[in-house]
T-cell receptor
Framework: GAVVSQHPSRVICKSGTSVKIECRSL??????MFWYRQFPKQSLMLMAT?????????EQGVEKDKFLINHASLTLSTLTVTSAHPEDSSFYIC????????????FGSGTRLTVV | AQTVTQSQPEMSVQEAETVTLSCTYD???????LFWYKQPPSRQMILVIR??????QNATENRFSVNFQKAAKSFSLKISDSQLGDAAMYFC????????????FGSGTKLNVKP
């Protein structure tokens, strides 16, 4: 079945630094990838949608200059948290939609970001 | 805007018993998709079951089935013969038919399975 790999699974960074999270579709072409944020014991909140080769579409309230999303190829999207602060600490999950698939969105295993 | 409500923050079931998780949603659209996702402690989101709103027949996947009541905007998940591996957070989700982008997730129900 379709697999989405997300890396790293855990990362700790210092306040003020930037951190990049990768989301790869391993065995399919992902025309669209999505980035979610999940706070403890809460639901997933969509941050942005990225289509290959075009700029990401951000949800209202999400700072596009802080959360940089790049969808450089049909198998890779990256989320860079710039100038990270402790309040950016969260669980980030990506998902990918397979080309031609109207139903299936495969999720990555998530990244636990801790900013100290 | 679409909203998804899961009114049970946490539930418990005895192993081998049956449990039903509730979900209601609000929409003005007539065609859409509904999903149940499972998130075990590993945090990996796993699709459990999906339902197309235009289908009257309730979806089933092995021990998992749904009770889809379109008029009532209700979409409950029944887990039969509960197993320890079913313990997880369960999220109900809505997606528009023609907008492939956005899932609307409920707040989740934590399911505990007692041996």
């Amino acid at each position: 079945g379709a697999v989405v790999s997300q890396h790293p699974s855990r990362v700790i960074c210092k306040s003020g630094t930037s951190v990049k999270i990768e989301c790869r579709s391993l065995d399919f072409q992902a025309t669209t990838m999505f980035w979610y944020r999940q706070f403890p014991k809460q639901s997933l909140m969509l941050m942005a949608t990225s289509n290959e080769g075009s700029k990401a579409t951000y949800e209202q309230g999400v700072e596009k200059d802080k959360f940089l999303i790049n969808h450089a190829s049909l198998t890779l999207s990256t989320l860079t948290v710039t100038s990270a602060h402790p309040e950016d600490s969260s669980f980030y999950i990506c998902s990918a939609r397979m080309r031609g698939d109207n139903y299936g969105y495969t999720f990555g295993s998530g990244t636990r970001l801790t900013v100290v | 805007a679409q909203t998804v409500t899961q009114s049970q923050p946490e539930m418990s079931v005895q192993e081998a018993e049956t449990v039903t998780l509730s979900c209601t949603y609000d929409t003005s659209e007539s065609d859409y998709y509904l999903f149940w996702y499972k998130q075990p402690p590993s945090r990996q989101m796993i699709l459990v079951i999906r339902q197309e709103a235009y289908k009257q027949q309730n979806a089933t996947e092995n021990r998992f089935s749904v009770n889809f009541q379109k008029a009532a905007k209700s979409f409950s998940l029944k887990i039969s013969d509960s197993q320890l591996g079913d313990a997880a957070m369960y999220f109900c989700a809505y997606r528009r038919l023609y907008n492939f982008n956005k899932f609307y997730f409920g707040s989740g129900t934590k399911l505990n399975v007692k041996p």
